[in-house]
T-cell receptor, first 116, second 116 residues
Framework: ETGVTQTPRHLVMGMTNKKSLKCEQHLGHNAMYWYKQSAKKPLELMFVYNFKEQTENNSVPSRFSPECPNSSHLFLHLHTLQPEDSALYLC???????????????FGPGTRLTVL | AQSVTQLGSHVSVSEGALVLLRCNYSSSVPPYLFWYVQYPNQGLQLLLKYTSAATLVKGINDFEAEFKKSETSFHLTKPSAHMSDAAEYFCAVSVAGGTSYGKLTFGQGTILTVHP
């Protein structure tokens, strides 16, 4: 595997389910990000992890719970979601740690989430 | 806080024609600007970025963009469109100061259609 991978690619869940999204980066980067991409809205930054420590929570509801066990893996745990949470969830990583404002972010292909 | 406006949510061109995608930014501190492309069912991929060196930036696949401070613009161009350029394009800004230090703020995206 190369770059940034995300699993699953598609997920359908009910409002009472608990599921997790997984992201893995094979680039040796030090920062990882979760974004939400909804139709007709700009990408929304959700969480930032810098050297495994969470440095940003962009007012995300607690039904989204991130976890970063090491610099290569990032999870997004989901529980009791709402239909309006249906979106494409993108993971990204960057080399030098979050806050390096010229760093390129490398994105995974995303998980298409549908909440019924 | 910084912001990005992409003029035109849809742009349609003929194969071989000039591609022009417009991006204007707002920032109280010097900006760093990015163009990303998203092909169907894929994540975002960097096309090019401006990091305060040359104002004319060349990217992949013959795309280029020019930073114009006086116009607060960073428009993306390509001399001759190819069918494979059909995708959604995102302009983004990062800054080296303030509360948004190092964060990417994205525009709403422009869908480029190329017809034969």
């Amino acid at each position: 595997e190369t770059g940034v991978t995300q699993t699953p690619r598609h997920l359908v869940m009910g409002m009472t389910n608990k599921k997790s999204l997984k992201c893995e980066q094979h680039l040796g980067h030090n920062a990882m990000y979760w974004y939400k991409q909804s139709a007709k809205k700009p990408l929304e930054l959700m969480f930032v992890y810098n050297f495994k420590e969470q440095t940003e929570n962009n007012s995300v509801p607690s039904r989204f719970s991130p976890e970063c066990p090491n610099s290569s893996h990032l999870f997004l745990h989901l529980h009791t979601l709402q239909p309006e949470d249906s979106a494409l969830y993108l993971c990204a990583s960057s080399q030098n740690g979050a806050g390096y404002y010229t760093d390129t972010q490398y994105f995974g292909p995303g998980t298409r989430l549908t909440v019924l | 806080a910084q912001s990005v406006t992409q003029l035109g949510s849809h742009v349609s061109v003929s194969e071989g024609a000039l591609v022009l995608l417009r991006c204007n930014y707002s920032s109280s501190v010097p900006p760093y600007l990015f163009w990303y492309v998203q092909y169907p069912n894929q994540g975002l991929q960097l096309l090019l970025k401006y990091t305060s060196a040359a104002t004319l930036v060349k990217g992949i696949n013959d795309f280029e963009a020019e930073f114009k401070k006086s116009e607060t613009s960073f428009h993306l161009t390509k001399p001759s469109a190819h069918m494979s350029d059909a995708a959604e394009y995102f302009c983004a800004v990062s800054v080296a100061g303030g509360t948004s230090y190092g964060k990417l703020t994205f525009g709403q995206g422009t869908i480029l259609t190329v017809h034969p």
